[in-house]
């Protein structure tokens, strides 16, 4: 059973960088069958889907965010990273990472996530 | 974006009372729809997907229906550990977006 795990710091100034690791525990990190997943749920509030990667490194991302946003792969650590700036007290959140299927019925859905990690924005 | 709407925002039910939560689609997602169970602190969790698909390990008590912009999601019998927030996410076309969440409380 797969399992991913977010690092980074838990708090970040407003108009700097918010970076974010998220660590998958085995190989299917490489497999062509998956995309790697950013989503973010504030406090007490609903889920939003930040963007997605695959091991090409094709990214997508949720043109909400789009102006602000970047992730990469490491396949050789099997991490994918986020990158979100500037950031606002409005980006603070739990973020999480997930997993999702390219193909067939479960395209999409995402089946594995990490524990999420809570990213605070404020000086 | 596709707009994802649940109803209602919030219920009150007892254990084995039988449960049905409403997703609604701004537009057609042609059954590509994921029913997700969320316990406070916890990530989501898939129950079920393509509209009406079990997803493995979840049990029986849990459906769901519908198709074009309506869907449903019903607990059979609600248990104790089925006290949580439950989201509907489209997964159609990008942007990936969900409902707003329908909390279940404990009557």
């Known amino acids: 059973q797969v399992k991913l795990q977010e690092s980074g710091p838990g708090l970040v100034k407003p108009s700097e960088t918010l970076s974010l690791k998220c660590t998958v525990s085995d190989d299917s990190f490489r497999s062509d069958n998956f995309y790697w997943n950013w989503i973010r749920q504030p406090a007490g509030k609903g889920l939003e889907w930040i963007g997605r990667?695959?091991?090409?490194?094709?990214?997508k991302y949720n043109p909400s965010l789009e102006s602000r946003v970047s992730m990469s792969a490491d396949t050789s650590k099997n991490q994918l990273s986020l990158k979100l700036s500037p950031v606002t007290a409005a980006d603070t959140a739990v973020y999480y990472c997930a997993r999702s299927w390219v193909y067939g019925a479960m395209g999409n859905v995402f089946d594995y996530w990490g524990q999420g990690i809570l990213v605070t924005v404020a000086s | 974006d596709i707009q994802m709407t649940q109803s209602p925002s919030s219920l009150s039910a007892s254990v084995g009372d039988r449960v049905t939560i409403t997703c609604r689609a701004s537009?057609?997602?042609?059954?590509?729809l994921v029913w997700y169970r969320q316990i406070s602190g916890k990530p989501p969790k898939v129950l079920v997907f393509?509209?009406?698909r079990l997803q493995s390990g979840v049990p029986s008590r849990f459906s769901g229906s519908g198709s074009g912009t309506e869907y449903t999601l019903t607990i059979s019998s609600l248990q104790p550990e089925d006290f949580a927030t439950y989201y509907c996410?489209?997964?159609?076309?990008?942007?990936?977006?969900f409902g707003q969440g329908t909390k279940v409380e404990i009557k």
């Open positions: 393509g509209a009406s």
């Open positions: 996410q489209q997964h159609y076309t990008t942007p990936y977006t």
């Open positions: 537009q057609a997602i042609m059954n590509s």
């Open positions: 990667i695959h091991d090409s490194g094709a990214t």
